[in-house]
C-alpha cells in the first residue's frame, strides 16, 4: 500500500491539471479501495492499445495515460518511417471524453512531427481502417471502448495495411510505450498545427467501396423489405442508413430515441447489440411497423446485432454465428453462381467461430484459415494474401464480420448491408431468414454453440481467472459428459496434444493463452481470458445431422441440453 500511495502521490505535483490533482487528493483521503484500483499498476498498453475505465490514475483512461501511449506510438513510428512524412488517421465514437483523447492523441502525434488526418465528428471504426489505406497513412488510432460500460474507453492502434497492430510492431510500440515513465517526457502541441480535418469525401469514398460488395442490387428493390435500423447511440447513426439507401433500400426505420450520440447510453443497460435488451426499442417498433428485420451496431460500429422476422411473425435474435453462416453461405453460393469461384479465393473464421463454416467452405472447395480469436489475425491473412489470393469473407462468434478487402478490420455497416442484402434475396424466395438459415443446416450439418462468460474484476479477478487457467491446464480432464477428450491444443505453449496416441504437434498460430480440446464425439470446447473485459470465457461447439426443417426443434433441445451439461462440468 505505500508503493500505491506513493504513486498517488506523485500525481499531486502541479504537471498534473487541477481536476485531477483534486481527484487523487479525494482517493487518498477518502477511498482507499479506488485508490489501490486506480494506481496498483500502470494501464497496460497491450497488443491493441489500451483500454480501461475513465478517471484519474495510473490504472485509468486520462489525458496524461493517453498521452503516454501517444509518445510511445510515435517513438515508435519515427524510428520505423526515418526520414518520411509520417501520417496518421484518428476517429472517435459517442464515448464520454472520446472528442477529447481523440484531440489528445492528435496533440502528441502534431508536436512529433506527424501529420494527423482527424475525422470532423464520430466515425465508425471500419471507417477509420479505410481511411488509413486510402489516405495513404503507416499508422492509425480509433478512441473506443467498443461495447464496454459506460465508464470505460480505449484506444486502438492501426497500422498502414489499415488492420490492429500485431507483431512485431505490437510489441516493438509496447516497448516504446513502457518506456515512457514520466508524464514530462510527453510533447503536446496546443496549437494542433499539423492537423487536417476529414469527414464528407472520406465518407463517400468508403460508401463507395461498400456498394461493390453487393452481389445483387436487383434483388433488393423487388423485395420490398422492411428494415428497422438503431445505432444504439454511436457512430454509425449518418452513415449506415446512407449507405442502405445507396444500394437500393428505401424503407429504413430509425429508432430515433437512439440515433442521439450518447456516452451515458441512456436507453439501454449495455450498448451491446449481442444482447437482446440493448436492440428491445428496436424490436418493439419493428412489431408495431411489421418490419422484416431489425439491425443494431454497437458504439464504434464494427460488430452488428440482427433480428429477424420468422415465419410465424415471432422475431428472432441471431447469435454471431449464426449471422456469419448465413452470409459465408450467401457469398459463396452467390460466388458460385457468378462464376468467381476460380481455386484462389479463402474464408477466415477464429478458432472459437462455428465449424459450420469450415463445412461449408469444404463443400465449395474453397480454402479456410483458423486464425486466434481477435480479427486483426484475420486482417493480417487478408494483408499476407493480397494479390494473390481473394479473400471472400470472415467472422468471428462475437458479432464481427467482413467481407473484401478495402477495409481491415470487423465492420457492422458492410456487415448490416449484406444482411439486408440476404433478407432481400430470401424473401424474394419466399423464405425468411430463420428458415433460410435451417435450410443451411440441412445442407451442411446442425452446428449449435454456446457460451459461458464468468466476470472476474479487479486485481484479485485477474489473479482468480489466471488460476483457473491453470488448473485447467494442469489437470486438463480425461472426459467431459462422458465423451473422451481427444485432442487439447494449448495455444500458450504451441503443442497439440493427441491424448489418444500421446503424440505431440507444434501448433503454428502465435501465442496466445487459450486452451482448446477435441472430444471424440466431435464437441469442441475452448476456454481463454477475454482480450478486452475482466472475464473468462467457456465455448462449447456441439453438432448432429438435421435432415429436415421438421426435425429443427426437438434437435436444437437434444443439442442445447447436451451444451448445458457440458458448461456445467466445466464451471459448476
Known amino acids: 500500500m505505500d508503493d500505491i500511495r506513493k504513486r498517488a502521490e506523485y ?36 497488443t491493441g492499445g489500451l483500454r480501461g475505465i475513465m478517471g484519474a490514475g495510473t490504472n485509468r483512461m486520462n489525458r496524461y495515460t493517453v498521452g503516454m501511449a501517444t509518445q510511445g506510438l510515435s517513438n515508435y513510428l519515427l524510428s520505423q518511417f526515418p526520414g518520411q512524412q509520417i501520417k496518421c488517421a484518428i476517429a472517435y465514437d459517442c464515448r464520454n471524453n472520446s472528442e477529447y483523447f ?38 492509425g488510432v480509433v478512441i473506443t471502448a467498443s461495447h464496454n460500460p459506460k465508464e470505460y474507453n480505449g484506444y486502438k492502434v492501426y497500422w498502414q495495411d489499415g488492420g490492429q497492430i500485431i507483431t512485431p510492431h505490437d510489441k516493438g510500440i ?26 464528407e469525401k472520406v465518407d463517400n469514398a468508403y460508401i463507395e467501396k461498400l456498394t461493390e460488395v453487393s452481389l445483387n442490387p436487383t434483388e433488393i428493390k423487388k423485395a420490398g423489405l ?45 450498448p451491446n447489440p449481442e444482447e437482446a435488451a440493448a436492440l428491445a426499442m428496436a424490436i418493439e417498433k419493428a412489431k408495431a411497423i411489421k418490419a422484416d428485420i ?9 460488430r452488428l446485432g440482427i433480428v429477424v422476422r420468422k415465419s410465424d411473425g415471432e422475431f428472432m435474435l441471431l447469435n454471431g454465428n449464426q449471422t456469419a453462416s448465413i452470409l459465408i453461405y450467401y457469398l459463396l453460393e452467390e460466388w458460385k453462381n457468378k462464376g468467381l469461384l476460380k481455386g484462389k479465393e479463402y474464408i477466415v473464421k477464429t478458432i472459437v467461430t462455428t465449424e459450420l463454416l469450415t463445412e461449408m467452405a469444404n463443400q465449395y472447395n474453397v480454402k479456410y484459415y483458423d ?85 472476474k474484476t479487479g486485481k484479485s479477478g485477474l489473479e482468480e481467472i489466471q488460476a483457473m487457467m491453470d488448473k485447467f491446464r494442469d489437470q486438463t480432464p480425461d472426459s467431459i459428459n462422458g465423451a473422451t477428450v481427444a485432442l487439447v491444443h494449448d495455444f500458450e505453449k504451441s503443442k497439440t496434444i493427441d491424448k489418444i496416441s500421446d503424440l505431440r504437434y507444434d501448433i503454428t498460430l502465435p501465442k496466445s493463452n487459450v486452451l482448446q480440446f477435441d472430444l471424440v464425439d466431435g464437441t469442441k470446447i475452448t476456454v481463454r481470458p477475454s482480450g478486452t473485459e475482466p472475464k473468462i470465457k467457456f465455448y462449447v461447439s456441439v453438432h448432429d445431422k438435421l435432415n429436415s426443417r421438421y426435425e429443427y426443434e426437438a434437435k436444437t433441445k437434444e443439442l442445447q441440453a447436451k451444451i448445458d451439461k457440458i458448461i456445467g462440468e466445466l464451471v459448476g
Open 11 to 46: 500525481w499531486l505535483s502541479e504537471i498534473f491539471d487541477s481536476k485531477t490533482r483534486n481527484e487523487v487528493k479525494n482517493m487518498i483521503d477518502n477511498d482507499e479501495n479506488l485508490l489501490t484500483e486506480s494506481f496498483y499498476k500502470d494501464l497496460e498498453f497491450g
Open 102 to 139: 481523440a484531440k489528445i492523441t492528435a496533440s502528441v502525434f502534431s508536436a512529433n512531427g506527424i501529420k494527423v488526418y482527424l475525422f470532423d465528428k464520430l466515425r465508425p471504426t471500419p471507417e477509420l481502417s479505410f481511411a488509413i489505406r486510402h489516405l495513404g497513412c503507416q499508422s
Open 174 to 199: 509496447i516497448a516504446e510505450v513502457r518506456k515512457i515513465t514520466d508524464v514530462a517526457t510527453v510533447k503536446f502541441d496546443e496549437n494542433l498545427k499539423n492537423i487536417e480535418y476529414i469527414g
Open 226 to 270: 422492411k428494415i428497422v435500423f438503431t445505432p444504439i447511440h454511436g457512430s454509425t447513426v449518418d452513415i449506415l442508413p446512407k449507405a442502405l439507401r445507396r444500394i437500393g433500400f428505401d424503407d429504413i426505420n430509425i429508432v430515433e430515441e437512439q440515433a442521439i450520440p450518447d456516452g451515458n447510453f441512456p436507453t439501454v443497460p449495455s
Open 294 to 302: 431489425v439491425m443494431g451496431t454497437d458504439p464504434d460500429g464494427d
Open 371 to 455: 486464425v486466434l480469436t481477435g480479427f486483426k489475425y484475420i486482417a493480417d491473412i487478408i494483408e499476407k494474401n493480397y494479390g494473390k489470393t481473394r479473400f471472400i469473407g470472415g467472422g468471428e462468434e462475437s458479432y464481427g464480420f467482413l467481407a473484401g478487402e478495402f477495409v481491415r478490420d470487423k465492420d457492422a455497416v458492410m456487415s448490416c448491408m449484406l444482411v439486408a442484402e440476404v433478407a432481400a434475396w430470401a424473401k424474394n424466395q419466399g423464405r425468411t431468414l430463420d428458415e433460410l438459415l435451417i435450410d443451411i443446416y440441412v445442407k451442411f450439418g446442425y452446428y449449435l454453440e454456446g457460451l459461458k462468460s464468468l466476470t
